[in-house]
C-alpha cells in the first residue's frame, strides 16, 4: 500500500511539473488517502503485535 501511494505521488509530482493541475490534484489526494490508510493499518498491527507478545519473565 505504501508503494502505491509513492506511485501517486511521483505522477502527482510529473502531472504537477507537466502542467496538468487536475491530474495532479487527484493523484495527491488518491496518494494522501492510500499513506493515511497505511499508517491505520501499520498502527494496528503494531498494537496487535505488542498485545500477543506477553510479559517478560
Not at 496538468?20 to 498491527?45: C, N
Request: glycine share 8%; charged share 5%; hydrophobic share 75%.
Amino acid at each position: 500500500m505504501l508503494y502505491w501511494a509513492a506511485v501517486f505521488f511521483v505522477i502527482a509530482i510529473i502531472a504537477a511539473v507537466l502542467g496538468f493541475t487536475g491530474i495532479a490534484v487527484a493523484a495527491a489526494g488518491i496518494a494522501r488517502i492510500l499513506f493515511f490508510i497505511f499508517l491505520v493499518f501499520f498502527f494496528v498491527t503494531l498494537i496487535t503485535h505488542l498485545m500477543r507478545r506477553g510479559p517478560k519473565v
